[in-house]
């Protein structure tokens, strides 16, 4: 396809530095994905999504199916024309929507009938339908649709699911028209090793340009996802980008970096934003706590972010504590910007082979001030 590439450009370990060229930009990675959900990240502008560095958005098309529907937003140029952002966008295929949001839902080998969360319509999901929606929504990547078990799912149940979302997949591979969009395959199993192992062999067979590792931010131990992860990272091919849905803390993203993993998107930066705990160096901290009233310091001294340039503890607190919508906007650029810029350092430290230097000193850091952020 025209305008794609994807190429790594540096190792250590398992860890990888890379970069991802798509029709509307380049990505350097190990990269985060802010999560704009309906097409928006929660409280922020995309001037300061741009000061901050974010290189692409995920958004997501179960939400965009139901409002403001995908037909509109592809007459009005698709989400970079609907919304203004001339960066990449990553399109998430709304399957794990379908099985967290949706009531009444029913599913069979066609797809997934379930009511709107918003209205309570009746909808059908499909792989056909889900790369009609992706392709008016036009993002520079679509994911398959896929179906995602719950985290405690017994293991019939996740061999089950993980045989549709193969079959899925190959629906979704004969549905995509895009020359100009990228589609990913999602690799499902839960933390069944041999059901992982099958999954991946069947996406590599469809010869997609990009493989995802879903289901892993359900509930499962932190040790199974790893292992899950260190598993598929000789199975999957070294010369196409890794994504790992929905994850997760900065701890998190390290390790996963550590296993090969290229991509990432979470709402943790910014719904904890939303709800006053900020990110820094030093660990976490919730800006609500009375012991910043008076606090004169930025949340994190270290942080070039606009927030840290402006803003003290004691401001933030009182956004907070009095309702104003400023206070979002505040923490999460500063949340966002951290994420951000944990990603640069961890590229830096694969480029100059002391990822592992990185890995612990930053883990151990975390570890020992993890909600102190004094």
């Known amino acids: 396809m025209s305008g794609f590439a994807f190429s790594v450009l540096a190792r250590d370990g398992r860890a990888r530095a890379g970069r991802l060229v798509t029709p509307h930009g380049e990505v350097e990675t190990p990269a985060f994905m802010p999560v704009g959900t309906a097409g928006?990240?929660?409280?922020?502008?995309?001037?300061?999504?741009?000061?901050?560095?974010?290189?692409?958005?995920?958004?997501?098309?179960?939400?965009?199916?139901?409002?403001?529907?995908?037909?509109l937003v592809g007459r009005l140029g698709g989400l970079h024309g609907f919304t203004g952002w001339e960066r990449p966008f990553l399109t998430d295929s709304g399957g794990y929507q379908v099985f967290s949001l949706a009531s009444l839902r029913r599913i069979d080998d066609e797809g997934v009938r379930f009511q709107?969360?918003?209205?309570?319509?009746?909808?059908?999901l499909t792989p056909e339908r889900s790369m009609e929606i992706q392709t008016n929504l036009g993002a520079d990547i679509a994911m398959a649709f896929d179906e995602c078990p719950p985290g405690d799912a017994a293991r019939e149940a996740v061999a089950e699911a993980t045989e549709r979302t193969t079959r899925w997949a190959r629906r979704c591979r004969a549905a995509h028209r895009r020359d100009d969009q990228w589609l990913f395959g999602i690799v499902q199993g839960g933390v069944h090793p041999d059901?992982?192992?099958?999954?991946?062999?069947?996406?590599?067979?469809?010869?997609?340009?990009?493989?995802?590792?879903g289901g892993l931010s359900v509930g499962e131990p932190r040790e199974a996802r790893d292992r899950v992860l260190e598993d598929l990272e000789p199975i999957l091919p070294g010369d196409r980008p890794r994504y790992l849905m929905g994850v997760g803390t900065p701890e998190d993203i390290i390790e996963a970096v550590a296993r090969g993993v290229d991509m990432f998107d979470c709402v943790l930066p910014t719904r904890n934003a939303r709800n006053g705990q900020l990110f820094t160096r030093r660990g976490r901290l919730n800006i609500r706590n009375a012991r910043f009233r008076d606090d004169p310091r930025p949340p994190d001294p270290e942080c070039p972010c606009p927030t840290c340039r402006t803003a003290s503890r004691a401001y933030l607190r009182h956004l907070h504590l009095s309702g104003e919508m400023t206070a979002a906007s505040l923490t999460t650029v500063h949340n966002l910007s951290f994420y951000l810029d944990t990603m640069g350092a961890i590229r830096q430290s694969i480029r100059l082979c002391r990822f592992e230097e990185y890995r612990r000193e930053t883990?151990?850091?975390?570890?020992?001030?993890?909600?102190?952020?004094?």
């Open 40 to 71: 928006a990240v929660k409280a922020v502008v995309h001037r300061d999504l741009r000061e901050i560095g974010a290189q692409i958005l995920l958004a997501n098309t179960y939400h965009l199916m139901l409002r403001p529907g995908d037909a």
């Open 363 to 374: 883990l151990r850091s975390l570890a020992a001030t993890e909600q102190d952020g004094s």
């Open 116 to 124: 709107s969360h918003i209205d309570g319509t009746t909808h059908l």
């Open 195 to 213: 059901l992982r192992e099958r999954s991946a062999l069947a996406m590599i067979e469809l010869d997609l340009p990009g493989y995802a590792v």
